[in-house]
């Protein structure tokens, strides 16, 4: 037999013998995955919540929250906090979420399919009633805001040009106290861009206003992870994860 043969024959063994081997570990590793919720698979990269336990807290998948928790008799308030996601670090979220512990509180951790503020607004503010009122502490025409929000259920809209979220909370108190709404819906600005110390403000605002108003059930979420930031700060967060408060259930 020729010498060329001979290491022909001896790469092709190699080969043989190394794509067995690769199978069989993949094979095994894939099946052992299959006992490990899907949530917690390492395969899952940004998405895998690998850093909380299986029993941290309720996990709602893509369908709107509304659609997943029980339903109530009383008006409600529904609240997206831009930039507001579940980061790596557990201890960070547990502190964020404090911040409602001496009020009746559900916590979860909803999955959100897509990092725009205008994805989650159509998904969870969507509604069929007549005396639905959005707010917003800014330009009706950003994205269309306006247009869009009026297409899925809001035919009364406010729009406040430059307002703070602190002010926006004092408006929010003035049209609850008027009680002519059903449903009320506000997509905060403060944390847009990514201010811890302007979402833990925010969050705050929010705890005392419905603890004022214990009577109205308030579904508080994120919009998305933090996104106009650094690239090494937006990578301490899941990319489809957001956080959930449901305040007075």
């Not at 998948?61 to 029980?70: E, G, H, L």
């Not at 547990?94 to 159509?122: C, V, Y």
Request: charged residues 25%.
């Amino acid at each position: 037999m020729k010498m060329s043969q001979k290491i022909n024959i001896a790469l092709f063994s190699s080969f043989v013998v190394t794509a067995v081997s690769g199978a069989f570990i993949w094979g095994s590793d894939f099946l052992s995955n299959q006992n490990v919720p899907w949530h917690m698979q390492s395969g899952i990269d940004e998405d895998s919540l690998s850093t909380y336990g299986e029993n941290d807290y309720r996990l709602l998948d893509k369908r709107p929250v509304i659609a997943q928790i029980n339903r109530s008799q009383k008006k409600q308030v529904l609240i997206l906090v831009d930039s507001w996601g579940v980061p790596h670090d557990k201890s960070k979220l547990e502190k964020e979420f404090s911040i409602f512990n001496d009020i009746p509180h559900d916590f979860a951790i909803h999955h959100r399919m897509a990092n725009r503020t205008k994805h989650a607004e159509r998904v969870e503010y969507r509604r069929d009633s007549s005396d639905a009122l959005f707010l917003f502490g800014g330009d009706s025409l950003e994205f269309g805001r306006s247009e869009y929000m009026q297409e899925i259920g809001y035919s009364r809209r406010l729009f406040f040009q430059k307002c703070s979220d602190s002010l926006m909370l004092a408006k929010l108190d003035s049209v609850m106290s008027d009680g002519a709404f059903s449903t009320i819906a506000w997509t905060t600005q403060g944390s847009r861009y990514s201010s811890e110390d302007s979402l833990m403000s925010t969050l705050k605002g929010i705890r005392n206003l419905a603890k004022e108003h214990s009577d109205v059930r308030f579904v508080v979420q994120g919009t998305h992870r933090p996104i106009l930031c650094s690239s090494e700060y937006k990578r301490t967060f899941y990319e489809h994860w957001v956080p959930t408060v449901v305040l007075n259930p």
